[in-house]
């Protein structure tokens, strides 16, 4: 089981950042078979990005912003770009239950963007809210 962190900040495109620690399993690292490894790795996300904005608390958006998805990985080789959207799907899933958005449809995003893997000291998944 990962052990997640959480880290809030301003993220560089000028929206809130939210960032849970931990490592997300890449979509071809799991058994095509197996939909409870689906399951269990959506779960994990959801409840950490949801603990992560009840202690946050951001403002809920006003008009449909733009998620944008950072990997930060610490492994020495380079990650997958986009490979983790299990996780994403998972934290704006976690966006919706909080009250943050009121669906994930696209009347109320304006856009899903996944920025280019970042080496970093750990391992994390980020996402940052754009309002426009």
């Known amino acids: 089981m990962t052990q997640f ?32 490894e689906f399951t269990n790795e959506t779960e994990e996300w959801k409840k950490a990005m949801g603990w992560q904005i009840k202690l946050q608390r951001p403002r809920i958006a006003v008009t449909p912003p733009i998620i944008i998805y950072v990997h930060h990985f610490y492994a020495k080789a380079k990650a997958d770009a986009g490979a983790v959207f299990i996780a994403t799907k998972a934290c704006e899933d976690a966006l919706t239950e909080m009250g943050v958005i009121p669906d994930d449809n696209l ?3 304006e856009g899903l963007y996944f920025v280019k893997p970042q080496k970093h000291p750990y391992d994390a998944l980020a ?6």
């Open 5 to 36: 962190h959480f880290v809030t900040q301003l993220g560089p495109y000028g929206g809130q950042m939210v960032e849970v620690k931990g490592k997300p399993k890449y979509f071809n690292s799991f058994d095509k078979t197996h939909h409870w």
């Open 107 to 109: 009347l109320f995003v």
């Open 127 to 132: 996402l940052e809210l754009v309002e426009l």
